[in-house]
């Protein structure tokens, strides 16, 4: 088993907490309801799902499915009674009813398989509608409370990895650009130096994606609220990083297409590239709070010095976008408990 960040996450975590909650719906069933409780334990193991947040939406639309699943059989049983045609009629409608009302596919087949269920099982047994919504209720919530109190899910490490392995994606490529721009590398491609950059595109989806599933991991989960800091420390460094994902791209691809002074680009993109780094660097805890705040400021200054070098709509369209970059970077300083240049 493996522990990111904290918690536990992967298969492993999932597999036995699913576990354990079928088993206590099923014996919490058996105490509240009665016997035959076999719709508690399907319930918690649909209603599992990696966070809380999640296992709570499960959760409400699995219900909502049975409920309905259960009315509709009710009353076609006691109107066309049992049969083929009364089946695929049942699951017709049920069908129908999730495709109109717009329900998430899980609880529209939800609606379809405890119609089945009932038709089959329990249609003319008095009482057993009310005990069918019940057990479906306790385990849906049996499920809810395992993942939130037993090992809840804690994605805040994966979250960090993700961010420095972007941002050190972008520091390397401005990196190799600056030299170029120096004289210290080959002749820079800046056509080459832009595709490279376009292919870095789903590294900063894939990092959006893994701080995103960090948050859903907090949300109604009490025993992982301490998290919250680190991840606003990686949400402001994530938006240093995208902001010069964003702005960098586009002087790439004003030097590719028009051309510019190659040498006066050298520091703005070295000093872009220290930023990306120490906004990497700040998502650890204790990091000292004036790294970034110091690479901003030292940005700011390369590119008021390339605003009064340029020469030409080229170079003046890239000192624009790199004005840009410093603005929307220091808005994200302040989050990160620097404040801003």
Known sequence: MRAIGGGLVGAEAAVWKTAVAAAVAWQAAVLLVGARPYFA??????ASQPTVAASLSRAVERSIGV???????????????????????????????????????????????????????????????????????????????????????????????????????????????????AGRAPAP????????????????????????????????SPLRQSRRPDLDRLQAAFRAVDAVALHVRGVLRVAADAGVDTSALARPLAEAARTAAAAA?????????????????????????????????????VAIELDELVRDLERSVAALGAGAP
């Open 281 to 317: 660097a700040q998502t650890r805890h204790g990091a000292r709070a004036d790294r970034v705040h110091v690479a901003v400021r030292r940005l700011h200054e390369a590119v008021r010095r390339l605003d009064g070098g340029a020469r030409t709509p080229a170079d003046a369209a």
């Open 67 to 181: 409920a309905v699943g259960i009315v509709l059989a009710l009353g076609a049983s006691r109107v066309v009674g049992t049969g083929a045609i009364p089946v695929g009629g049942v699951v017709l409608v049920a069908m129908g009813i999730g495709r109109v009302a717009r329900m998430p596919p899980v609880a529209t087949s939800q609606i379809a398989i405890s119609a089945l269920l009932v038709m089959a099982i329990g249609a003319h047994t008095p009482g057993y509608a009310v005990e069918r919504i019940l057990d479906t209720l306790i385990g849906s919530a049996t499920a809810l409370v395992v993942h939130a109190l037993l090992a809840p899910a804690d994605y805040t490490g994966r979250a960090e990895i993700a961010v420095r392995h972007m941002a050190a994606a972008w520091a390397s490529l401005l990196h190799a650009a600056a030299r170029r721009c």
């Open 41 to 46: 334990p399907l319930a918690a193991v649909l």
């Open 189 to 220: 491609t800046f056509a080459q130096a832009w595709r490279r950059a376009r292919r870095l595109r789903p590294l900063q989806r894939q990092t959006e994606e893994a701080i995103a599933l960090a948050l859903d991991a907090l949300r109604y």
